[in-house]
């Protein structure tokens, strides 16, 4: 089996477009106020873990290590989904058909 492919279609997928020597500012101020959000985020959590640390002592770094290695599993099994069946939707989706219409509706709304 042989394909013929169109000349003019191939010239266009590899045509290349000049590239422009000025610079575009591309943020939006929405943009700058999640960059800034999740800084002062970032921030809280960093001021509340020293807090955490002075108050619990290095059985907080346990607790820490534990709740990280979860989020982790949990993380890689939600990629070994996506990569066996990829949806077009959320991880919902994967909820209501694995296990439960009820499921779903809970991790919906987390």
Not at 5 to 15: G, I, M, N, Q, T
Not at 54 to 74: D, F, K, N, R, T
Request: proline share 4%; with cysteine; glycine share 12%.
């Amino acid at each position: 089996m042989s394909f013929k492919l169109d000349e003019r279609l191939c010239y266009e997928l590899v045509k290349e477009e000049p590239h422009e020597a000025t610079m575009n500012r591309g943020l939006k101020n929405r943009h700058l106020q999640l960059i800034s959000l999740g800084g002062i985020i970032g921030s809280g959590y960093f001021l509340g873990t020293g807090y955490v640390l002075e108050q619990a002592g290095p059985a907080a770094i346990l607790a820490y290590l534990l709740g990280g290695a979860i989020v982790l599993s949990v993380m890689l099994c939600l990629a070994e989904l996506a990569v066996a069946k990829p949806v077009s939707g959320s991880f919902v989706t994967y909820a209501r058909e694995y296990i439960g219409p009820t499921w779903a509706c809970g991790v919906g709304s987390t």
